[in-house]
């Protein structure tokens, strides 16, 4: 499984941002897809997630009202839509899948990981 992001850039605050996510490989069935971010000296955290099948979603607070996350199922692509963005938003963002069922999306107990894209805010 391969798992390829883009759509990164740099904007001022207030501008928007769509990642999107190219998932490849035989038999791809994950549980969960989801978006995670990491900024310089902080530890990587949950920004969005999504069951890939059943369309249900799940955002952080610091990013609820702002981010939306969605994802074509038939072509195994998922996005993140940015609005409102803020200089706190200034990190790396990385898609994530896991393939068995989870209640939380925690960083560490996803299964496959994208290289992530660049996200730079200015104020």
């Known amino acids: 499984v391969q798992l390829q992001a883009s759509g990164g850039g740099s904007v001022q605050s207030g501008g928007s941002l769509r990642l999107s996510c190219v998932a490849s490989?035989?038999?791809?069935?994950?549980?969960?897809m989801g978006w995670f971010r990491q900024s310089p000296g902080k530890e990587r955290e949950f920004v969005a997630g999504?069951?890939?099948?059943?369309?249900?979603?799940t955002t952080a607070d610091s990013v609820k009202g702002r981010f939306t996350i969605s994802r074509e199922y038939g072509k195994n692509v998922l996005y993140l839509q940015m609005n409102n963005l803020q200089p706190e938003d200034t990190a790396v963002y990385y898609c994530?899948?896991?393939?068995?069922?989870?209640?939380?999306?925690?960083?560490?107990?996803?299964?496959?990981w994208g290289r992530g894209t660049q996200v730079t805010v200015s104020s």
């Open positions: 994530a899948a896991r393939i068995y069922y989870t209640a939380n999306y925690y960083p560490d107990e996803m299964d496959y």
């Open positions: 490989g035989h038999d791809f069935h994950p549980n969960h």
């Open positions: 999504i069951r890939w099948m059943v369309g249900t979603t």
